[in-house]
C-alpha cells in the first residue's frame, strides 16, 4: 500500500506564496518513479477538483485553467517527493489539498491533459489546508 504525506499547508495573505510538499512510501512492486503524481483541492461545500499532475519521470505537466502561471509542480523521485509551488494566491485558492498517486500504465492510456487530471487516481494522502485570507 503507497502511502503520501503532505505538509506545508498554513495561513497566507492573498498574493503570498506556499510550498506543499507530498512523500511517498510503502513501495512494494512498483517504485516512486512509476507513478504519475497529482495534486487536487476541495474547498468547503465543493467537490475535490484537479490542480496538476505531473509525468512519472517528470518532463509532462498539466494544470487547471485557473491556477496556470501561479502554481509549479514538480517532483524529486530520489526523494520519492511531489511539490506544488504555490503563488499570487488568492482566496478562492483556499482548500484542503490532496496529492496522489497514478500508475504509469494508466498514465501512458491518458492521452489529453483533461483525462490526465481527472482520471480516477490510484494512491490519496490524507491532505493539508491551505487557507487564503483576503
Known amino acids: 500500500e503507497v502511502h503520501l504525506v503532505e505538509s506545508g499547508g498554513g495561513l497566507v495573505q492573498a498574493g503570498g506564496s506556499l510550498r506543499l510538499s507530498c512523500v511517498a512510501s510503502?513501495?512494494?512492486?512498483?517504485?516512486?518513479?512509476?507513478?504519475?503524481m497529482g495534486w487536487f483541492r476541495q474547498a468547503p461545500g465543493k467537490e475535490r477538483e484537479p490542480v496538476s499532475c505531473?509525468?512519472?519521470?517528470?518532463?509532462?505537466?498539466h494544470y487547471t485553467e485557473s491556477v496556470k502561471g501561479r502554481f509549479t509542480i514538480s517532483r524529486d523521485n530520489a526523494k520519492n517527493t511531489v511539490y506544488l509551488q504555490m503563488t499570487a494566491l488568492k482566496p478562492e485558492d483556499t482548500a484542503v489539498y490532496y496529492c496522489?498517486?497514478?500508475?504509469?500504465?494508466?498514465?501512458?492510456?491518458?492521452?489529453?491533459?483533461?483525462?490526465?487530471?481527472?482520471?480516477?487516481?490510484?494512491?490519496w494522502g490524507q491532505g493539508t489546508q491551505v487557507t487564503v485570507s483576503s
Open positions: 505531473i509525468s512519472y519521470m517528470g518532463p509532462i505537466t
Open positions: 510503502g513501495f512494494t512492486k512498483f517504485t516512486f518513479n512509476d507513478y504519475a
Open positions: 496522489a498517486a497514478l500508475i504509469r500504465s494508466r498514465w501512458d492510456v491518458a492521452y489529453s491533459e483533461t483525462e490526465r487530471l481527472w482520471v480516477e487516481y490510484d494512491w
